[in-house]
């Protein structure tokens, strides 16, 4: 039976972290990238027997590639704090650790959950997530939708079992990550030169809203569908938002350097 390794990136996660953590006791070793945590993230980690690392953030994948670098597995899981491991997921894991699988990365299905409903539609389903990596096929790259890449351009498997995702069960929580999210997101689309008009800026968000709501049949959700919909607009508007407010900054210091000082 081959090793199995977990990496997880953290950043004040005290109250998920052990709920991460746990379902995982029985991998070969754990491995924590810690960004500068300022609650008690980093002893729980090490009370639930984890190798912890602190380092500055540097990116999502940046982070995990660093972990993998710690990693001694034949495997490598990787999962953010308000990711768990189900029963499922972890016996398809354990056959895959035995047989050495048909791949060597896997995306595995991820169960949205939003103010602690299920949501089983809308624009984040099917979710799969690249997440099982046999340890020196490949390396983690992209920003804040960050992914696997296999050397030699192999595809990636993929695992049905699921992947319960927690990372939207209060509106405070939902507001908070989105707000990290599109910080990341307007910057890397503000790099690559993207521009945002005022039109885009109103209806693109309405968009989104419809896009969730009607046509990934975000309704058969129920009223947490609607919700989920409508926060998933607010998502696309403070993305757009940072993107305009980005450059129009840029527009106002370029016009700084060029006017001449009184």
């Not at 990238?33 to 008690?40: A, I, K, Y």
Request: charged share 25%; with cysteine.
């Amino acid at each position: 039976m081959q090793s199995l390794s977990v990496v997880v990136i953290t950043y004040n996660e005290e109250r998920k972290l052990r709920r991460c953590l746990d379902p995982v006791s029985w991998a070969d070793e754990t491995i924590v990238v810690d960004s500068g945590s300022t609650d008690g993230t980093v002893t729980i980690a090490e009370s639930c027997g984890g190798r912890v690392f602190q380092r500055p953030w540097s990116g999502f994948a940046d982070q995990r590639n660093f972990g993998m670098e710690q990693a001694r597995g034949d495997w490598i899981l990787f999962l953010d704090a308000d990711e768990y491991v189900t029963e499922g997921l972890e016996a398809r894991i354990r056959d895959l650790l035995r047989t050495g699988g048909d791949f060597d990365a896997y995306k595995i299905h991820r169960q949205e959950h939003f103010l602690r409903f299920p949501i089983r539609h809308g624009t984040l389903n099917p979710s799969y997530q690249p997440r099982l990596l046999k340890n020196g096929k490949g390396y983690w790259t992209g920003g804040a939708h960050a992914h696997i890449e296999v050397n030699g351009e192999g595809e990636l498997g993929l695992i049905h079992e699921d992947l319960y995702h927690d990372s939207h069960n209060t509106l405070s929580d939902f507001i908070a990550r989105i707000n990290r999210y599109t910080t990341v997101d307007a910057g890397e689309r503000i790099l690559a030169g993207q521009r945002v008009g005022r039109l885009r800026l109103v209806f693109s968000p309405l968009g989104m809203a419809w896009k969730c709501y009607i046509v990934k049949r975000g309704y058969r959700d129920g009223f947490p569908g609607l919700l989920f919909s409508l926060c998933m607009g607010i998502y696309s508007f403070l993305r757009l938002v940072k993107v305009w407010q980005g450059e129009t900054g840029a527009e106002e210091r370029k016009e700084g350097l060029a006017r001449p000082s009184a």
